[in-house]
């Protein structure tokens, strides 16, 4: 059974309609190597399975949350009028009680909303889309000064898990120099990348200065969080959010 300790609940200072929470792998029904909460469809889980699982975090929303069909990119969607399952990597709402939600296991999930409460988007960051300016992409959308908006980062691969070849660290300091204090070298041709450092920074491009989180590791935490980079075959949590 999916209970409250289960879940992580943001500690940021959002507007008290706006409501946000993160699954863990905890709670649900799913045999290994998707144990037990797993929220994806598309990873070769028992399909009835996931959708006990979905059913089970569906009591802590107020409505099914819109999911996407993720694909690395940086497409953002409208949640409150979104059909089917729209290929996007962020979704926003206007619209109260429309749950905006991204999946992962490694990738950075970005939580947004602005101080009014008037607008929620989640984010889904993997390396690719965050590169080619998802987060840019989803505050455009959002079209508020960056000052007027909170962050809040969830558990991802942490800076001693995300090792990458040379072609990244150069792909994102190419983008922006800034990048380079987020990779330090462990051997030839290989370097730690901090994908925490790197939503802050593309966040801090677009003037957004509130964030909050980051720091959970997926991959060190086997008990609590999917992984990909560790485990290949593996399940995906959520980060949702919505207006009250």
Known sequence: MLNDQDLIIPDWPAPPNVKALQTTRQGGISNAPYDSLNLGMHVSDAPLDVAAN??????????????????????VVDASTASCVPDADAAFSRTRHTVCAVMTADCLPVLLCDKAGTIVAAV?????????????????EMAKPGDQLLAWMGPAIGPDAFEV??????????????????????????????IFMLGRQRLATMGVTSIHGGGLCTYQDAERFFSFRRDQATGRMASLIWLE
């Open 54 to 75: 979905r059913q089970r975090l569906n009591r802590y929303v107020p409505t099914e949350p819109v999911w996407l069909n993720q694909v690395h990119g940086v497409t």
């Open 124 to 140: 889904h960051a993997g390396w690719r889309s965050l590169l080619d300016g998802v987060i840019e992409a989803a505050v455009v």
């Open 165 to 194: 070849g040379d072609e990244v660290r150069e792909a994102f300091v190419a983008r922006d120099p800034e990048a380079v204090k987020a990779f330090k070298p462990t051997s030839a041709g290989k370097w730690l990348g901090d």
